[in-house]
Structure formats: structure tokens, C-alpha cells
């Protein structure tokens, strides 16, 4: 069974970088499917930020992607998202999910990211 | 950028109700159509793709169809645990971004 667990800081100030990592479990990374991120505003829609595949090529939202890098690390079986100068429109709920390419199959359980000073 | 658009954005329905929640794309989008379902506090979860298959273990009171630039997403007879939001996602062509509709909200009645 595919899991998807996300870590990182709850908490980060305006302006600054978060930082989130997704381990995965029950499936290597090298074994294929595109990787990504999703967030959620409290109350809101979901929003799709980014993908990378096992290669390391990437596929970004336009609207983030002069903030955004997604990466992947396969000896960890782990892959990152880092948003660069955050505000406090970036406080979400972040998922890491599998993505077969057209829909995502597998989400992680969400963490959630609140900025504020 | 296509949009989509849901509606109702909120249904009240009562179990055992059959209940339709429509998807209409701003321009003609292939099958690369998804239904998720999402509760208070989880993860969506994937319901349909492909515009009309079945994801393995759902059950099969859910069902999907559609082309061109309208989907629908059917409950054949509503049960207690399908209280939920529902969004709808499609697969823009280049770059591959994925956008999801606004959702629906189905509420007991």
C-alpha cells in the first residue's frame, strides 16, 4: 500500500521559505509516476503547485512558479517543496500526492502551514 | 487557462436521493476529467478518472460521464457517509498543470 507522509514546519514568518518533505512509502520513487504538491486554503479549494518526476523534470502552477522548487531525492525515497517569500496567502493545508499523470491517486494525510510573524 | 466550473457549489440532499453535480470546462478538455470526494479534515480521495472509470474500491453507486466541455458525477442513491465536498480536475495541456474545480458541497437534508 502507496503512503505519503509530509513533514516540515507548521509555523513560518512572512517573507521567509517554507519547507516541506514527503516520504514515501510502499512504492519507490525510481519506479516511476510524477510526484507533487497541492494546497489547500482553510475553508477553500484546492490548488495544484507542482510535479516532478523520478528524473528530477518538473512541471509548475504559472501562477507560483517564480517561487516554487520541487525536488526529489530517491535514495530517501523522498521528494520537497520549497515557496520562496511567503505571505499569509500561502497558510494552507499542503498534500503530497502520487500523480498518474491526468489525476492523483494516492494523497498524503496534509499538514498544516500557517504564516504569521 | 480553461476554468472549471461546478455547480451547485451546495446541494442538501436526503439518503437514498440520486444526486448529479455538473463540471463545465470554459473550452473543450479531453477525457482527462477526475471526481474526487473529500471530508472535513482528510485528503480527497480519487473517484473517478478518465472522465468515467471507476477507482478501484469505490463503490459502484458513484459513476461519471461526459465529454467535450460538460461532466457529471452521479450518486445513484446518496448513503450517509457520501456527506462530502466534491471536486472535479482537469489536465491542461501545456504546461501539464492540473486545476480543480470550486467544489460541492452535499449536506444532509
Known amino acids: 500500500q502507496v503512503q505519503l507522509q509530509e513533514s516540515g514546519p507548521g509555523l513560518v514568518k512572512p517573507s521567509e521559505t517554507l519547507s516541506l518533505t514527503c516520504t514515501v512509502s510502499?512504492?519507490?520513487?525510481?519506479?516511476?509516476?510524477?510526484w507533487g504538491w497541492i494546497r489547500q486554503p482553510p475553508g477553500k479549494g484546492l490548488e495544484w503547485i507542482g510535479s516532478?518526476?523520478?528524473?528530477?523534470?518538473?512541471y509548475y502552477n504559472p501562477s507560483l512558479k517564480s517561487r516554487v522548487t520541487i525536488s526529489v531525492d530517491t535514495s530517501k525515497n523522498q521528494f520537497s517543496l520549497k515557496l520562496s517569500s511567503v505571505t499569509a496567502a500561502d497558510t494552507a493545508v499542503y498534500y503530497c500526492?502520487?500523480?498518474?499523470?491526468?489525476?492523483?491517486?494516492?494523497w498524503g494525510q496534509g499538514t498544516l502551514v500557517t504564516v504569521s510573524s | 487557462d480553461i476554468q472549471l466550473t461546478q455547480s451547485p457549489s451546495f446541494l442538501s440532499a436526503s439518503v437514498g436521493d440520486r444526486v448529479t453535480i455538473t463540471c463545465r470546462a470554459s473550452q473543450g478538455i479531453s477525457s482527462y476529467l477526475a471526481w474526487y470526494q473529500q471530508k472535513p479534515g482528510k485528503a480527497p480521495k480519487l473517484l473517478i478518472y478518465a472522465a468515467s472509470t471507476l477507482q478501484s474500491g469505490v463503490p459502484s453507486r458513484f459513476s461519471g460521464s461526459g465529454s467535450g466541455t460538460e461532466f457529471t458525477l452521479t450518486i445513484s442513491s446518496l448513503q450517509p457517509e457520501d456527506f462530502a465536498t466534491y471536486y472535479c480536475?482537469?489536465?491542461?495541456?501545456?504546461?501539464?498543470?492540473?486545476?480543480f474545480g470550486g467544489g460541492t458541497k452535499v449536506e444532509i437534508k
Open positions: 480536475q482537469q489536465l491542461n495541456s501545456y504546461p501539464p498543470a492540473l486545476t
Open positions: 500526492a502520487r500523480r498518474r499523470w491526468s489525476y492523483i491517486d494516492y
Open positions: 510502499g512504492y519507490s520513487i525510481s519506479s516511476g509516476y510524477y
Open positions: 516532478i518526476y523520478h528524473s528530477g523534470s518538473t
